[in-house]
């Protein structure tokens, strides 16, 4: 247990719908972050967070949109999303010691 | 960020010391050594993390030369459970930003 909870744990969803994956932690970090990981391919960083202000976002298309509503509390809302797009969705942590604590990730497929 | 090189796959038994070496070359003054797992379908977990000589903590032990263009990281006695990708990152002293390279895939046999 790392301290940091990713729902739902698996997705499925068709290129026409919307939905929302959640991440959330209260380890009391101030950085948050979200990854992409697809198969057999290395964690490809998306987005970063940093006190509730997005300060990178690594030329991700806009059907990935990204909200930080509080410091414990990160979202990835999906829409129009394409097959390419199934892949491991991760979130992380980062602690003080610039060390990150993951989320166990959301399995997403899309159809 | 520093680029790390390490072995895209290593193979072991159970009850074997493992070492794991990464290199480094760019390393900065300010960039540390961290090491992730990562388990299939799992998020990675952080193992251990180093500047400079050794580190050891009750999972694993690092060994930083002087010149810090390389580090072993070191599994003793490892089960069938240590299976799984083994990370070399280097973390931006002032950015903590992370980038995570292929890694090295620990198959441990009975």
């Known amino acids: 247990e790392t301290g940091v909870t990713q729902t739902p744990r698996h997705l499925v969803m068709g290129m026409t719908n919307k939905k929302s994956l959640k991440c959330e932690q209260h380890l009391g970090h101030n950085a948050m972050y979200w990854y992409k990981q697809s198969a057999k391919k290395p964690l490809e960083l998306m987005f970063v967070y940093s006190l509730e202000e997005r300060v990178e976002n690594n030329s991700v298309p806009s059907r990935f949109s990204p909200e930080c509503p509080n410091s414990s509390h990160l979202f990835l809302h999906l829409h129009t999303l394409q097959p390419e797009d199934s892949a491991l969705y991760l979130c992380?942590?980062?602690?003080?010691?610039?060390?990150?604590?993951f989320g166990a990730g959301t399995r997403l497929s899309v159809l | 960020l520093a680029k790390t090189t390490q072995p895209i796959s290593m193979d072991s038994y159970e009850g074997q010391e493992v070492n794991i070496t990464c290199s480094h070359n760019n390393i900065a003054t300010n960039d540390y050594i961290t090491w992730y797992q990562q388990f299939p379908s799992q998020g990675p977990r952080f193992i251990i993390q180093?500047?400079?000589t050794k580190v050891t903590n009750e999972v694993a032990s690092l060994f930083i030369p002087a010149d810090r263009k390389s580090s072993t990281l070191s599994l003793p006695r490892v089960s069938l459970s240590d299976t799984a990708v083994y990370y070399c990152?280097?973390?931006?002293?002032?950015?903590?930003?992370?980038?995570f390279g292929q890694g090295t895939t620990l198959q441990v046999k009975p």
């Open positions: 180093g500047y400079k």
């Open positions: 992380a942590s980062i602690d003080s010691k610039n060390i990150q604590y």
């Open positions: 990152l280097v973390v931006g002293g002032n950015t903590g930003k992370l980038i």
